[in-house]
């Protein structure tokens, strides 16, 4: 449909429904680059939510009064259009607060349903997000299960290779989890090698950054658990999806206890709800559910694969632009599977300062740190060829993004080396 950039149709489509593009920072035209960070959100999702809440909102479930029942279908609708989205039942369907409560979620429900023992050994990468590292890691201790790695080549990548050697070391891990892509290297990992490769582990995908901008669909890639949050993809903060095969939601014991997941109480004994209310104690966010699946709605009739096809394109242009500038380093695979985001850092010139000068002088907004993966830090640091910060600058893209707000990226890391490198 287009090479790059939208049409300007579209375009005017885009700057309408996202009105902070119009907005001025620093006197320069927002430029948003932290996406993978958190999405712009869209009036007609945020309108949509509203029209909800004030004249359709009441709690679920349970309830006879027309309000309820109402919004009722809305959020089993919601659910309705995640399952679609993804290729599963919505039964297989559970809201989450997000991407961290999935996981750490499900590395619960796994301990405590007898899944994972003692002496299992549950395989991680050297790239993943906290979220996907420090609930294996804290519950290991805790119930004596190891954590293994798919170790990162210098630049941060995962290759087939690694993959392999893990394989010959781990044998067969129990669990692997792994991020679908990473949020500092941007490498989107290759789900169908690893599922290849350990064909009895269940597998967990953290779907964070890839969900997003990609289709995934977890029957195809036989996916045991998917887990996502909605504000990477332009819904509001605070919902997210967890999405699991159903014979194992069958076999797992909840991680929350209390009101909607029950089926039978007494004073000594409780038996469960069905699925996929099981997993869904206490009050969900019904408006943030509601919301996600008008994103959803947003996101289809935008077209899928029309977003696909341009984040690609712009990524692709990302990373060739900032391969061009000499004393920009940058981290993570040279070739496509590098998607959404590069994290570079200005020699001589710390990431902070990057960001800061970026967003004062050009209106950029971009992300510095360790962006929640502090031991892949290391890893980087024995592949730099600069004095590394142990963090990196972060330009990250999404659909409402275009090549000429790279052009003012380019234009701003050339300022800054001039005058402070
Ligand atoms: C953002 C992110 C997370 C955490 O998501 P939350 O919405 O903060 O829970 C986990 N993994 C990856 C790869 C991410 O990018």
């Known amino acids: 449909m287009h090479s790059t950039e939208w049409s300007d149709e579209a375009f005017c489509r885009i700057i309408e429904d996202f009105p902070v593009l119009n907005r001025e920072v620093n006197g320069k035209r927002l430029v948003y680059l932290d996406n993978a960070a958190s999405t712009l959100k869209s009036s007609t999702v945020i309108s949509k939510m509203t029209d909800f809440y004030l004249n359709h909102y009441s709690n679920i479930h349970r309830a006879v009064h027309t309000l309820a029942s109402e919004a009722t279908s809305e959020y089993e609708a919601a659910r309705d259009k995640v399952a679609r989205f993804i290729n599963?039942?919505?039964?297989?369907?559970?809201?989450?607060?997000?991407?961290t409560m999935g996981i750490n979620a499900l590395v619960n429900s796994l301990v405590r349903s007898d899944i994972l023992q003692k002496g299992d050994t549950v395989l991680i990468s050297q790239v993943e997000h906290h979220a996907n590292l420090v609930p294996w890691l804290r519950l290991s201790k805790f119930f004596g299960f190891k954590v293994e790695y798919i170790e990162a080549d210098v630049t941060g990548t995962i290759t087939p290779d690694s993959i392999l050697a893990a394989k010959s070391r781990v044998n067969s891990p129990k669990v692997v989890s792994i991020t679908g892509q990473s949020n500092v290297t941007g490498q989107t990992m290759p789900i169908d090698v690893i599922r290849e490769t350990f064909k009895d582990a269940i597998l967990i995908i953290d779907g964070a950054q890839l969900i997003p901008h990609k289709k995934i669909d977890v029957k195809a890639l036989d996916i045991d658990f998917l887990v996502f949050s909605?504000?990477?993809?332009?819904a509001p903060t605070g919902i997210g999806a967890l999405y699991g095969k159903r014979a194992?939601?069958?076999?797992?014991?909840?991680?929350?206890?209390?009101?909607?997941m029950i089926d039978k109480v007494t004073f000594e004994d409780v038996t469960f709800n069905v699925l996929p209310y099981k997993f869904e104690a206490g009050t969900q966010d019904i408006g943030g559910a509601v919301a996600l699946g008008y994103t959803i709605d947003y996101l289809e009739n935008f077209g899928l694969g029309n977003i696909q096809k341009h984040v690609e394109e712009l990524s692709k242009y990302l990373l060739e632009e900032l391969s061009k500038i000499d004393f920009v380093e940058i981290y993570g695979p040279r070739d496509e599977t590098h998607q959404s985001l590069v994290s570079f850092n200005v020699d001589g010139v710390h990431p902070h300062d990057v960001s800061q000068v970026l967003d004062e002088d050009f209106g950029i907004a971009t992300r510095s740190g360790h962006h929640c993966a502090q031991p892949l830090m290391s890893v980087l640091a024995r592949g730099s060829h600069i004095d590394f910060p142990n963090s990196t600058v972060r330009a990250?893209?999404?659909f409402y993004n275009r090549k000429e707000d790279i052009d003012i990226l380019v234009e701003g890391l050339k300022y800054i080396k001039r005058w402070f490198g």
């Open 88 to 99: 599963a039942q919505s039964e297989e369907v559970i809201f989450t607060s997000g991407t």
């Open 230 to 234: 909605g504000h990477k993809m332009i």
């Open 248 to 260: 194992l939601l069958e076999k797992l014991e909840p991680f929350l206890y209390g009101g909607e």
């Open 396 to 398: 990250s893209v999404y």
